[in-house]
C-alpha cells in the first residue's frame, strides 16, 4: 500500500497549475454514451476515479481509449445495460450512466453506487426523476432495474438540489421525446459547461446554470471535441494551501477564479492577501491569521462542501474560534479527530457542525486518509506540521488529484510517495 511521508513546515512558494475538473470530466465520459460517434476528451485529470469510470465503461463494451489526457469515446454499438456491481461500487458517479443508458436501450441494472464515506449518499432523486419521465423500477440484486418503452418529457421538481441528479435527468432528457422541465435543479458550473458541449453536439438544452432546466428532446446527439474546464475544487484546494502554508507568493494558474467566489469572501475575511488575473491567482503568504472565520457550505455559489475540510485546516492557525456548519452531507466532519490527534482544538456540536478554537501548532502523525477532500485537507495538515506526517490509504486523494506529491514538490514541499 502506498502511502506519503511528509516533512512538514518547509518554506512554500512559485506556480502551481489546476488540472481539469474531475467534477466535470465524469459527467462528459458518461454523456458521451448518448451518441454513437465519436467524443474527444482533452485535459482530462489522471486520477483513480477517472480510470474507474473509464473501466466501467469499457466493460459495457464502449470504446474507450485514452493517452495522457485525452480521451476519445465512442458508444456505436448499444452498450450493455448492466453496470458490473464490482466496478459500480468504487464510485457515486457510475449512477452517471443510467441516463444514457436508459434512452439509449430501454433498460440498465444500476447496482447500488459506491463512493467517499460522507454520509448516506441516497439515489431517491434519481429514481423519481425517471420514474417522472415514465420509467418502470425494480429493487433486485442489490440495486434496481430501470425499464423504458421510451422515455416521455414531464415536468420534474427536485425535492433537494443535487448536481449529478440534474446532470443524470439533463442527459437522458436529451433524447427523451417532447419537452421535459427540470426544477429546482443545481447550478455548479460544471452543469452549465456539460448542456453548452451537449447543445453543440445538437441537443436542445436552455437554463443549465439556472435552478429551472428546460430541454427539448432530440433524435440524435452527434460527435465534437472539447478541452476540460479548469477544476474549482483543486483551485480552492491550493488557494487554502498557500494560506496555510506559503513562504511566499504562491501563483495558481490554468483556473477560472470566478467559480470560488465564497471561498475568496472568506479567505480575505481571515486577513488573506489575495490577487486575481482572468486564468490565475496569487496568494501572499501570511504570518499570522487575524481573524478566525465562520463558514456554511451550500449548493454553488455558496461555499463549497468540496472546500469544507481544507478550510477547517487553515482555521487552525486562526486567532479565535470559527465554527464548520457542513450543510450538504452528514459524515463530513469525522476527520476533525484526526487534526485533534495531530495537535488541533476542535470540538464536534453534531455531525453537522464543528468548532474550531485557534490557533494551535499541528504535529506530524501517522494518520489514515478518509475521503478525497478530507484526505488532502490531512494533507495540507501535514505540510503545516511540525515534524513528519506519514499518511495511508492515499487512494483517497489519488482519486482527486493527479500526481500531488510532485505537484507540491514543484513549490517546495517535502512529500514523497513510498509504496
Ligand atoms: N441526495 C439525496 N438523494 C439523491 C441524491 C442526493 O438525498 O438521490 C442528497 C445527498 O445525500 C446530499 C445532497 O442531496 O445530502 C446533495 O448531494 P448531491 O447529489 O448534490 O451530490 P453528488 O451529486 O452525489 C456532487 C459531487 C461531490 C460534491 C457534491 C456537492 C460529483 C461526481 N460529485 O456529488 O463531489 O461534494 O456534488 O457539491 O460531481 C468530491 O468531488 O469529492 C465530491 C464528493
Request: with cysteine; aromatic share 8%.
Amino acid at each position: 500500500m502506498q502511502r506519503f511521508i511528509i516533512k512538514g513546515q518547509k518554506p512554500l512558494s512559485g506556480e502551481i497549475k489546476v488540472n481539469g475538473a474531475k467534477n466535470a470530466a465524469l459527467k462528459f465520459l458518461a454523456a458521451a454514451l448518448l451518441s454513437a460517434d465519436k467524443w474527444t476528451l482533452s485535459n482530462i485529470p489522471q486520477i483513480e476515479d477517472i480510470f474507474s469510470l473509464a473501466k466501467l465503461i469499457q466493460s459495457l463494451g464502449v470504446d474507450l481509449s485514452y493517452n495522457k489526457d485525452i480521451f476519445q469515446v465512442q458508444a456505436i454499438q448499444d452498450p450493455k445495460t448492466d453496470l458490473d456491481p464490482d466496478l459500480a461500487v468504487k464510485l457515486r458517479a457510475s449512477v452517471l450512466l443510467t441516463g444514457p443508458l436508459l434512452v439509449r436501450r430501454g433498460r440498465v441494472f444500476l447496482p447500488y453506487p459506491g463512493g467517499c464515506a460522507i454520509g448516506q449518499r441516497p439515489i431517491d432523486i434519481f429514481l423519481k426523476g425517471f420514474q417522472s419521465l415514465g420509467a418502470k423500477i425494480k429493487a433486485e440484486n442489490n440495486g434496481f432495474i430501470l425499464t423504458t418503452n421510451g422515455l416521455r418529457g414531464n415536468k420534474f421538481f427536485f425535492p433537494q438540489v443535487s448536481v449529478t441528479a440534474t446532470e443524470t435527468l439533463m442527459m437522458a432528457a436529451c433524447l427523451t421525446q417532447g419537452k421535459t422541465l427540470l426544477q429546482n435543479t443545481a447550478c455548479e458550473p460544471e452543469i452549465p459547461f456539460l448542456a453548452d458541449f451537449l447543445n453543440q453536439c445538437g441537443a436542445k438544452i436552455k437554463g443549465a446554470g439556472t435552478p429551472f432546466i428546460e430541454i427539448e428532446g432530440v433524435s440524435r446527439i452527434n460527435g465534437g471535441d472539447i478541452v476540460m474546464m479548469p477544476d474549482r475544487i483543486e483551485m480552492g484546494t491550493f488557494a487554502v494551501l498557500a494560506a496555510a502554508c506559503g513562504d511566499n507568493t504562491i501563483k495558481i494558474t490554468n483556473c477560472q477564479p470566478e467559480h470560488a467566489q465564497s471561498l475568496w469572501l472568506k479567505l480575505k475575511e481571515a486577513g488573506v492577501k489575495l490577487k486575481f488575473g482572468p486564468d490565475w491567482l496569487e496568494v501572499q503568504p501570511v504570518k499570522d491569521l487575524r481573524a478566525a472565520v465562520d463558514i456554511k457550505t451550500q449548493e454553488y455559489p455558496g461555499f463549497a462542501t468540496d472546500l469544507q475540510a481544507p478550510f477547517c485546516v487553515l482555521m487552525t492557525r486562526a486567532h479565535g474560534v470559527s465554527l464548520i456548519h457542513e450543510t450538504i452531507f452528514e459524515g463530513r466532519l469525522f476527520y476533525t479527530d484526526i487534526l485533534n490527534h495531530m495537535g488541533a482544538k476542535i470540538i464536534m456540536a453534531d455531525p453537522y457542525r464543528a468548532i474550531v478554537v485557534g490557533p494551535t501548532q499541528l504535529y506530524g502523525q501517522k494518520i489514515i486518509s478518509p475521503d478525497i477532500r478530507a484526505g488532502i485537507a490531512l494533507l495540507i495538515a501535514g505540510l503545516m506540521a511540525k515534524g513528519e506526517t506519514v499518511i495511508e490509504n492515499i487512494y483517497q486523494i489519488d482519486r482527486g488529484y493527479e500526481k500531488i506529491e510532485e505537484r507540491l514538490q514543484g513549490l517546495g514541499a517535502d512529500i514523497k510517495r513510498v509504496t
